[in-house]
């Protein structure tokens, strides 16, 4: 019985060492699959892509300025020796034409204005009675009353009453000259911009009382350098930028004539709106703005400003390369427009890009593409 059950012993041990040979030949396999697979590369990151697009972008040139009055004009005395009795306006009021600014003491003119007209009263009632005299005079020549002398005299004294007529109503002119610059009115209409007039003050012949902008104009005076001279003429459309954020739209009146040879740059002179000088307008006088000359508009081609990545100074984007892998170029950007920028070089317009999450992204890192879906919104 035992010698008939050793091959049967035999035959299963053999068995059970053909299957451990089979799984220890399989787990090695399995293994390295499994190590394979984990090798696998992952990508960096999810991103986005666009292709280069072409856009319609404003061509404008930078300038900064000072604002100033476009015209002043200076008030002054042409009284002597009145004393000042009234002022009637201050800084900042906005005054016609016309208006009276100041008044000076008119006494001392009123009394001199009497005499004259009374001086005045007296010439015509002599040249009144020397006329008379010559008219008879003059009756009397053929018949031999009256030497020729006589006659001569008569008329010379006729001639000399009317004379001081004259110079008396010159006189009474002068008078009331003086009377009439008592008053010291608005030369034009603008905006009181400075004020030395004060009352009880005894003002000489062209002392400056008031100084004012006519007709409330103010303008922007840029500087711009003499090369960028040859883009601008009569009429361009410039906006100005004041200190506290507003703009105004102005039109160039001239270009200086000269370019100053230390900062080579020349003064280009920008009217502003009547109304840019008013109390409450955004320009003051003397004030210092920047602005942008409007020169038209050309064809660029533009990328989202998500996919510029600035990196030591310098500008760069990721191309989306076949095996979506990504490679950093680097281009030159140029005018902006809302989110969009402009580049000049370094990018062909047909090549794709990475937007959404370029600025984590280093040279040759693999990446996950998805479709924007708040672009497609």
Do not use: C
């Amino acid at each position: 019985m035992k010698t008939k059950l050793k091959p049967v012993a035999y035959i299963l041990a053999a068995a059970f060492a053909v299957a451990a040979a089979g799984i220890a030949a399989y787990a090695p396999a399995t293994q390295a699959a499994d190590e394979k697979k984990a090798e696998a590369p992952k990508a960096a990151l999810t991103v986005t892509t666009t292709k280069p697009s072409n856009a319609s972008l404003p061509i404008k040139l930078a300038a900064n300025g000072n604002v100033a009055a476009w015209q002043e004009a200076s008030v002054s005395s042409e009284s002597n020796g009145l004393r000042l009795t009234e002022v009637r306006v201050n800084v900042g009021d906005v005054v016609k034409a016309g208006d009276v600014l100041a008044v000076f003491s008119a006494e001392t003119v009123n009394a001199d204005l009497a005499q004259a007209q009374a001086a005045l009263h007296e010439a015509e009632a002599n040249a009144a009675d020397a006329a008379a005299n010559a008219a008879r005079a003059r009756t009397l020549q053929n018949s031999g009353a009256l030497s020729a002398q006589q006659i001569s005299q008569y008329n010379t004294a006729e001639q000399t009453a009317n004379a001081r007529i004259a110079s008396a109503k010159a006189a009474l002119a002068s008078q009331q000259l003086r009377l009439k610059y008592t008053k010291v009115v608005a030369p034009d209409s603008g905006v009181i911009s400075a004020r030395s007039a004060t009352v009880g003050a005894v003002s000489n012949p062209g002392t400056e009382l008031f100084r004012m902008i006519r007709q409330g104009r103010l303008e922007w005076r840029a500087e711009v350098v003499a090369a960028d001279l040859r883009n601008l003429k009569p009429g361009v459309t410039a906006v100005v930028k004041a200190a506290n954020g507003s703009e105004v739209t102005g039109k160039v009146r001239m270009i200086a004539p000269t370019v100053d040879p230390q900062t080579r740059s020349a003064l280009v002179y920008v009217d502003l709106p009547q109304n840019a000088g008013s109390k409450d307008a955004p320009f003051k006088a003397g004030m210092f703005a920047s602005g942008q000359f409007e020169l038209g508009a050309s064809s660029a081609m533009t990328v989202p400003q998500q996919a510029i990545v600035v990196r030591d100074g310098f500008s760069f984007v990721f191309r989306l390369n076949a095996d979506k892998h990504v490679s950093q170029i680097k281009v030159q950007p140029g005018r902006r427009l809302g989110d969009r920028i402009e580049v000049l070089g370094g990018l062909n317009a047909d090549t794709q890009i990475v937007v959404r999450g370029a600025g984590f992204l280093n040279d040759g890192d693999l990446v996950s593409v998805v479709a924007d879906t708040l672009a497609a919104k």
